[in-house]
């Protein structure tokens, strides 16, 4: 494979582009720095299509990354590789308002395939190509310039690699007939709603007691709050608020901007600066959290608590038996939330009880609830048994 050195020229830019616009696909890993800013700092954009690769740089003086972008989110042909590229799809729709499609994500993709829940990318690699990475760049500052060139090099190792792993992996899942398993989770990935930064949703992330709705309205009008200020200061919302002390403020609110000085996680400054006259008047204009908005509460059991907590237990060792005989990553098949559901006697919108997750191990599962399954042990194994269907009498 062909590497090239670090890219700054347009035109060099340009021409790669071009020539993986008729590739069948491209992997892409990218570099950024988040840990003082609000907005991810792009550093740089790694990017292969198996025959030749290159590291990018956003940051070169009158850098045009617009056929790159193009090339990402524009160009339906050419499938696009990530390794658990949650936090890269988000940086290219902050530049784009789009994201990259098709894609494909093969720390998913090895969930169907029984290589764990999350497995980095440096176990990938070792355990597709046997190779043992250099991890003696993983703490770069990669907003410093320049870069030395064991830095680069490790930098395009994240995408080499990735287009040498790709199509065994694809073979993979063709022999084991669960490249449909993913495909939604593929597309949940691409889905340009995950990564709109709506201020009015943030409240959803703040963990909280309860269920006052004075209280949760005045949480979801500070929690807007608070991702504006950061958002407009390019500050973590971490540096404006913690999230206790949010909470905290929102369950207790002070009664005058003086009181703002007590109140712990905040600087004594707080009662007398803009920044705390804003939170005063955002909490005197708090309205009541509507019922509609309303979380569901965590484990939705029915009144029989105990019972249902016992039913759930069932299902996590059934899920762990049916994942180790499929050998596939257990939270593929369902999540702790979908069992919980089922329980509860959910039986609408749950992923778990659609599609090959319901063939798989929902109808399963809600045998076992229904008291039409047991567990049974064969030579000291633990085993899944039907129940007979009880004979006609006469």
């Not at 792993?165 to 022999?175: A, G, H, N, Q, T």
Request: aromatic share 6%; glycine share 6%.
């Amino acid at each position: 494979m062909h590497i090239h050195p670090l890219m700054t020229d347009n035109q060099d830019i340009a021409d790669i582009c071009a020539r993986f616009s008729t590739a069948d696909f491209v992997t892409v890993d990218t570099e950024f720095m988040r840990e003082n800013t609000y907005w991810p700092i792009l550093c740089l954009i790694q990017i292969s299509d198996g025959k030749e690769a290159a590291a990018i740089d956003p940051l070169a003086k009158g850098i045009d990354l617009q056929p790159l972008l193009d090339l990402l989110v524009d160009n339906e042909e050419v499938l696009k590789i990530f390794h658990a590229g949650g936090q890269d799809v988000e940086i290219i729709h902050n530049l784009t308002g789009k994201t990259p499609h098709p894609i494909f994500d093969t720390q998913i993709a090895a969930m169907a395939i029984g290589q764990s829940e999350q497995i980095g990318y440096a176990n990938l690699v070792d355990s597709w190509l046997g190779i043992t990475l250099d991890k003696g760049a993983r703490f770069t500052d990669w907003s410093r310039r320049p870069l030395n060139e064991r830095q680069i090099k490790y930098a395009i190792a994240d995408v080499t690699h990735l287009a040498d792993i790709f199509p065994r992996m694809l073979d993979k899942l063709r022999e084991t007939g669960r490249g449909i398993w993913i495909n939604a989770e593929m597309e949940k990935l691409a889905d340009p709603n995950n990564y709109i930064n709506d201020p009015e949703v943030s409240w959803r992330r703040v963990k909280s007691q309860g269920r006052n709705l004075d209280v949760l309205g005045r949480l979801k009008a500070l929690a807007a709050w608070r991702e504006r200020e950061a958002q407009s200061k390019d500050l973590p919302r971490g540096r404006i608020m913690r999230d206790e002390t949010l909470a905290d403020i929102a369950a207790h609110p002070p009664k005058d901007q003086a009181k703002l000085g007590q109140v712990r996680g905040l600087s004594a400054g707080w009662k007398n600066n803009d920044i705390g006259a804003r939170l005063m008047e955002i909490l005197a204009n708090a309205k009541p959290l509507s019922k509609d908005e309303l979380p569901t509460k965590s484990g939705r059991r029915p009144k029989s608590g105990k019972e249902n907590g016992l039913v759930a237990d069932l299902l996590k060792l059934l899920l762990k038996i049916r994942s180790a005989e499929m050998n596939v990553a257990s939270k593929l098949l369902a999540r702790a939330d979908d069992l919980d559901r089922i329980v509860a006697g959910e039986r609408e919108d749950v992923p778990l009880l659609e599609g090959w997750r319901y063939e798989e191990f929902g109808r399963d599962a809600i045998d076992l609830i229904e008291g039409r399954m047991s567990f049974t042990v064969n030579d000291g194994k633990l085993q899944m048994t039907h129940q007979p269907e009880p004979a006609d009498s006469d």
